[in-house]
């Protein structure tokens, strides 16, 4: 059974940054493509980045510059490091694990950038 635990959201202002993980259990991490999705209130769940094992990398074009996503294989843990920050990011950023044939959703973090 794989399980994605993300942490590392919380409330920012805006300009600020935040960095959430996502750790992996399971052999999956290795030969898995792993993303950062996000859902804002009353919209649809998005893809903000994703990584191939090999670490090419995929980034949503409007956040491009501001997200950089990485990976620590030998931690199977994903990152996403997010800067200066808007309202409009907020959301809540869900980390995915996706092999040939999987896909595993963690339960989500809030992220909330506000005054």
């Known amino acids: 059974q794989v399980q994605l635990v993300e942490s590392g959201g919380g409330l920012v202002q805006p300009g600020g940054s935040l960095r959430l993980s996502c750790a992996a259990s399971?052999?999956?991490?290795?030969?898995?493509?792993m993303g950062w999705y996000r859902q804002a209130p009353g919209k649809q769940r998005e893809l903000v980045a994703n990584i191939s094992p090999n670490g090419r990398t995929n980034y949503l074009d409007a956040l491009k510059g501001r997200f950089t996503i990485s990976r620590d294989n030998a931690k199977r843990t994903v990152y996403l490091q997010m800067n200066s920050l808007q309202p409009d990011d907020t959301a809540v950023y869900f980390c995915?694990?996706?092999?040939?044939?999987?896909?595993?959703w963690g339960q989500g973090t809030q992220v909330t950038v506000s005054e």
């Open positions: 995915n694990a996706r092999s040939p044939v999987s896909s595993y």
């Open positions: 399971g052999s999956i991490f290795s030969i898995a493509v």
